[in-house]
Nanobody, 125 residues
Framework: EVQLVESGGGLVQPGGSLRLSCAASGFTFISTAMSWIRQAPGKGIEWVGSTYPYNSNTYYADSVKGRFTISPDNANNMLYLEMHNLKSEDTAVYLC??????????????????WGQGTRVTVSS
């Protein structure tokens, strides 16, 4: 059974940092494209970034590039999202998702077959 369990969300002031974690199980993590996506209040799903743990190729949305870092821990089947210089517009529920990259071409897709329950990040003073 595929399971994705996020943690690490919370309330942070603008300019602050957080690290989100995703514990993955039930599939071969190293050979699976993984993504972080988010949903802000009243808005649709927004892609944050994707990685392919096998080669660590990682891609980011322009809105987070230079501030967010996605890193896989292949030994422990964990996916991390380090977020720095957080802004109010980063307020959202963040979800870890299986998929989001075509591993043959490393092209981004909008196809996710599993995702977790999410962890809420609130950026506010």
């Amino acid at each position: 059974e595929v399971q994705l369990v996020e943690s690490g969300g919370g309330l942070v002031q603008p300019g602050g940092s957080l690290r989100l974690s995703c514990a993955a199980s039930g599939f071969t993590f190293i050979s699976t494209a993984m993504s972080w996506i988010r949903q802000a209040p009243g808005k649709g799903i927004e892609w944050v970034g994707s990685t392919y743990p096998y080669n660590s190729n990682t891609y980011y949305a322009d809105s987070v590039k230079g501030r967010f870092t996605i890193s896989p821990d292949n030994a422990n089947n964990m996916l991390y999202l380090e977020m720095h210089n957080l802004k109010s517009e980063d307020t959202a529920v963040y979800l870890c998702a299986k998929g989001g990259l075509d591993i043959a071409t490393m092209g981004r897709t909008n196809k996710y077959d599993y995702w977790g329950q999410g962890t809420r990040v609130t950026v506010s003073s």
